[in-house]
């Protein structure tokens, strides 16, 4: 599917907007010329005798007149073009959010967070920029350059060829100059600039860590001496944008010298009246201000190209990437069965999950990642899935979930292909996984994120349910606690004991549980499951897990290895047949083992 750019679909939406920004400049430009002018005319006329009062008053009319609508222009144009703007600003963001939210089940394993807050809060801004100041400023500079050269034609076309070899240095040549002594540095700073970014956000996730090994000075100076690193290639570039306003300055004093020297021959010839030297010195000044800024709007293009590069290239990921969203299994018709079976589902609560000879490779001419796996899952099936990492386990979930289609064989929610859900999954199937994320907001407030229309009295009962009500009871402020920034406040199993309260408050027929008690402790991490098992009675559970702790109470355990099923059966049939999960499960629990204490 070809992909939009990221200017053209702006340019045609607000085509009528640009043109009245476009428009608004430039009369911004001639105001200020016109105020020059008639200022010039007025100081001239001034210091000579009038032959009529109103010689002085219309000038001085046409002073107040361009003062003020030169202000009025101005603030107009800025309104419109920054409302414009912030509008196309707001568009880019959502379609960046749309890009990554289908990446969201393995956004980490795709693009660092660095690259996505650089993107978010860089790349953007720079796409903003094209507008406000390069593509404006350089089209209202090319308008007052036609106009003026025309002004100036109607006097002495030989001068205006002149006046015009000195707009092209200030509109064409310099920029052209700048630009290319000035791309290379320009795209580095940006680049550089983008990696300092990645490397600062790492290291602030890591903090504890390099405190903890007591290296955080040195973290410092390295990046300190990175920063100094850019800050030396900035400072060449603003050395260089010194020289060139110089420059730009000096030829705008000759065409100042050049233009007094003009008129005063015009004036000595008798071509035009002595008041009206000042008056075309003058509006040299304003007209200037429109030519000035275009070398520096241009040398901005490496860092746009690389901000465009970088945002494409998360756009090619995400169109690229093997995730369905609802486009796997294609057509509007399936979107439809899918649609219709999710409201059987719901209504009756049973979903049946199936995989038959399922299989699948991230890239052609890959290994498998899963390949031939048969499973049934009616309603109310429990089933553990166990295997070292890289085991396919991961995978599997993602098919179960119809984030990604197979490659080979099926996965059928309610006979409907999983990947045609699309959207609709989380209706379905919900998912605590390893380190679910708790929002800086109230307890209250996180675990209605399962059902944000929920009651008061449905918060508190999947709290309760949870096993939270008594923790809750003990906060200052009962469920409107603020849990602080990834819910710090609390411990880790509190916090998967809320993200359990968020899973109850969907209320899907079927859960995943992807190892949900990582990094917890013995005793937490049974107390936990204990309440998950109990709490998800009637539910359908896939549960992912390294640990055999609570596998006896599964209806089913699968070892999966290389892709594939190894080894499946019930607990008590597993520890009877299979020596290799027998030892698995005395190395994993030897103490309980020992003492024939096989329960939760």
């Known amino acids: ?12 939406a607000y085509f009528w907007r640009f043109v009245l920004i476009i428009l608004l400049g430039a009369l911004t430009i001639f105001s ?23 010689m002085i008053y219309v000038p001085i009319v046409g002073v107040r007149t361009f003062g003020t609508s030169r202000a009025v222009i101005h603030y107009v144009e800025r309104l419109v073009g920054h409302d414009t703007i912030l509008r196309i600003l707001s568009k880019m963001r959502v379609r960046l959010y749309h890009m990554l939210e289908p990446q969201a089940l393995f956004l980490s394993t795709r693009f660092r967070t660095g690259d996505i807050l650089g993107m978010l809060a860089d790349d953007i801004e720079y796409l903003q920029n094209v507008y406000l100041r390069t593509v404006f400023p350089s089209i209202i500079a090319l308008l007052i350059y036609a106009a003026a050269m025309i002004a100036l034609g109607t006097f002495d076309v030989a001068f205006a060829l002149l006046m015009g070899l000195y707009m092209l240095v ?20 940006k680049q550089e600039r983008n990696r300092l970014y990645q490397k600062l956000t790492d290291a602030v996730l890591g903090l504890s860590d390099w405190v903890i090994s007591g290296r955080q000075s040195q973290f410092v100076d390295t990046y300190e001496a990175d920063e100094q690193a850019v800050a030396r290639i900035d400072g060449s570039l603003r050395r260089w944008a010194r020289l060139r306003m110089f420059i730009g300055q000096a030829v705008v004093g000759l065409a100042v010298l ?5 008129a005063a021959g015009q004036y000595a010839e008798g071509a035009i009246a002595g008041t009206l030297i000042a008056a075309f010195v003058l509006v040299v000044f304003p007209v200037a201000d429109a030519f000035l800024p275009v070398s520096e709007a241009v040398e901005k293009i490496p860092q746009y190209r690389n901000s465009l590069e970088r945002l494409e290239g998360v756009e090619a990921a995400a169109g690229d990437a093997p995730l369905s969203a609802g486009t796997a299994a294609g057509s509007a018709g399936a979107e439809a069965q899918a649609a219709a079976a999710l409201q059987a589902a719901k209504a009756s609560g049973q979903v049946q999950i199936e995989l038959k000879s399922a299989g699948y490779r991230y890239a052609a001419g890959d290994d498998f990642s899963v390949q031939g796996l048969d499973l049934a ?13 890289g085991a396919g386990k991961s995978t599997l979930l993602k098919l179960v979930q119809g984030v990604i289609a197979p490659t080979i064989g099926s996965v059928t929610i309610n006979g409907i292909d999983a990947a045609a859900y699309g959207e609709r999954i989380p209706q379905l199937i919900a998912v605590l996984n390893q380190s679910p994320h708790l929002f800086d907001t109230t307890v209250a407030n996180n675990i209605r994120l399962g059902d944000p229309g929920a009651s008061e009295a449905a918060v508190q009962q999947a709290a309760a349910l949870a096993k939270l009500d008594t923790l809750i009871s003990s906060l200052p402020e009962g469920y409107d606690t603020p849990v602080r920034e990834a819910g710090q406040r609390f411990s880790g199993g509190e916090r998967q004991r809320m993200a359990l309260a968020r899973i109850l408050l969907q209320n899907t027929p079927v859960v995943v549980l992807d190892e949900p008690t990582v990094g917890l402790d013995p005793r937490t991490e049974r107390e936990l499951l204990a309440t ?17 702790v609570g596998a006896e109470q599964m209806d089913e355990v699968i070892f999966m290895e290389n892709g594939q099923v190894e080894m499946r059966g019930t607990h008590a049939e597993l520890m009877e047949r299979q020596p290799r999960y027998r030892k698995l499960y005395e190395l994993d629990r030897p103490g309980q083992y020992l003492n024939g204490a096989d329960g939760v």
């Not at 050049?258 to 003009?262: A, E, N």
């Not at 899952?377 to 990492?389: D, E, F, M, N, T």
Request: aromatic residues 12%; glycine residues 6%.
């Open 32 to 54: 200020a010329s016109s105020l020059m002018y008639t200022s010039g005319f007025l100081i001239s006329k001034a210091s000579i005798p009038p032959e009529n009062i109103l």
């Open 258 to 262: 050049s233009l007094l020297y003009w």
């Open 377 to 389: 899952l009616p309603q109310g099936r429990k089933v553990a899935v166990i295997g070292r990492s």
């Open 532 to 548: 998950m098992f109990e709490a998800m009675a009637g539910k359908t559970l896939i549960w992912v897990t390294h640990h055999l």
């Open 170 to 189: 200030l509109v064409v040549v310099l920029p052209l100059i700048s630009l290319l002594l000035t791309q290379k540095r320009q795209r580095q700073v």
């Open 1 to 12: 599917m070809k992909r939009e750019g990221w200017f053209a679909p702006y340019y045609s």
